[in-house]
């Protein structure tokens, strides 16, 4: 059974930085395609960064460029996204997201989120 359990949000300052971990298990994350995307009340899910490693495809969406980092430890299975120079525009609900074919908006597989609160 595949899941995917993220953690690491919380309520920082602008300039600030976290760092959100999304654990997987049921699949190898070398194997899929996994990344994050994020989620304002009232606005469309957005992509921000993904990677597929066995082809070392990275995806970062243009807001995150330079400020985002996405890796991963295979040993623990795990995906992290090291978010660095927040912005209170960076404010959501962070969902991880995993699937066996590719990135895109139709993700097989979904955590449950961790949200992220940049106060200005």
């Known amino acids: 059974q595949v899941q995917l359990v993220e953690s690491g949000g919380g309520l920082v300052r602008a300039g600030g930085s976290l760092r959100l971990s999304c654990a997987a298990s049921?699949?190898?994350?070398?194997?899929?395609?996994v990344g994050w995307f994020r989620q304002v009340p009232g606005r469309e899910r957005e992509g921000v960064s993904s990677?597929?490693?066995?082809?070392?495809?990275?995806y970062y969406e243009d807001s995150v460029k330079g400020r985002f980092i996405i890796s991963r430890d295979k040993a623990k299975n795990t995906v992290y996204l090291q978010m660095n120079s927040l912005k209170p525009e960076d404010t959501a609900v962070y969902y991880c997201?995993?699937?066996?074919?590719?990135?895109?908006?139709?993700?097989?597989?979904w955590g449950k989120g961790t949200p992220v609160t940049v106060s200005s």
């Open positions: 049921g699949f190898t994350v070398e194997d899929y395609a």
């Open positions: 997201a995993a699937d066996p074919l590719g990135w895109g908006p139709y993700m097989d597989y």
């Open positions: 990677i597929r490693f066995s082809e070392g495809r990275l």
